[in-house]
């Protein structure tokens, strides 16, 4: 088994992904045994299925990828996912709360979130995808860190699991060393998730080095095809 490979989400959430591809990510994910697999909502039935019989999870984005939806709708997305046999849930917070420092409103939103993918399945997985590049985006370090710090604390006070940096879609960017740096400095018992623009071996090494237990990648199967081995 190919341990970079048991921390790397295997994702695909292109709006145009049909279902023979979606069948091809789970195919990848079983040779290479990967963690999971991350698909959109509509898609995870079909993937719980497949994957049933294996040790690999399914994974369902929610509010995926501006986070803008009402509460309720998310919380309503979240419950469905698990439902449909999600054991990990990768949703958007609301991210002004985030942008605003308003940990009191960003903690709220989460616990309900959290409350609804739990009662179907207490042991559900939930990360919160914070875009990192977005608060650390035209603010000062110092701004830049307080931000992350708020949007951990709300994460911990939620009871996610993981803080996780990007969607890989927002046009601030993707995962940055610096970003996953900050998010293990302030995560406490969280877990990290790094995702967006991780395209190469090179470039996991340096996320788990500088704190990452697990990847979101869509390239996945290049990266652990590499030749390199994970120092």
Same mark, same amino acid.
């Given at each position: 088994m190919n341990d970079l490979a048991r921390?790397?989400?295997? !994702?695909?959430?292109?709006?145009?992904?049909?279902?023979?591809?979606? =069948?091809?990510?789970? *195919? +990848? *994910? !079983? +040779? =290479?045994? #990967?963690?999971?697999? &991350?698909?959109? %909502?509509?898609?995870?039935r079909d993937v719980a299925r497949m994957l049933h019989d294996t040790s690999i999870k399914t994974c369902a984005v929610v509010a #995926?990828?501006? %986070?803008?939806?009402?509460? @309720?709708?998310?919380? $309503?997305?979240?419950? /469905?996912?698990? *439902?449909?046999?999600?054991?990990?849930?990768? #949703?958007?917070?609301?991210?002004?709360?985030?942008?605003?420092?308003?940990? !009191? $409103?960003?903690?709220?939103?989460?616990? +309900?979130?959290?409350? /609804?993918?739990?009662?179907?399945?207490? $042991?559900?997985?939930?990360?919160a995808i914070l875009e990192t590049s977005l608060l650390t985006q035209n603010a000062s370090p110092a701004e830049a860190e307080a931000r992350i710090a708020t949007a951990c604390d709300a994460a911990r006070g939620s009871g996610c699991d993981f803080v996780k940096t990007s969607t890989g879609f927002?046009? $601030?960017? %993707?995962? @940055?060393?610096?970003?996953? !740096?900050?998010?293990?400095?302030? &995560? %406490?018992?969280?877990?990290?998730?790094a995702a967006g623009g991780i395209r190469t071996r090179a470039d996991a090494v340096r996320m788990i080095d500088a704190g990452a237990d697990r990847l979101g990648c869509s390239a996945s199967v290049a990266i652990v095809t590499e030749r390199s081995t994970l120092q």
């Open positions: 921390r790397i989400d295997h !994702t695909l959430l292109k709006a145009e992904a049909t279902r023979p591809q979606i =069948h091809r990510l789970v *195919a +990848e *994910a !079983t +040779e =290479h045994e #990967f963690a999971a697999v &991350c698909i959109h %909502g509509v898609y995870v #995926f990828p501006l %986070g803008a939806a009402a509460v @309720t709708v998310k919380a $309503s997305e979240a419950k /469905a996912a698990a *439902a449909d046999g999600a054991r990990e849930i990768d #949703f958007v917070p609301h991210l002004p709360y985030l942008l605003k420092q308003d940990v !009191t $409103s960003a903690r709220a939103e989460m616990v +309900e979130i959290v409350k /609804a993918a739990r009662s179907i399945d207490g $042991s559900v997985v939930v990360k927002h046009p $601030s960017g %993707g995962a @940055t060393v610096e970003a996953v !740096t900050l998010l293990k400095k302030h &995560c %406490g018992h969280l877990r990290v998730k």
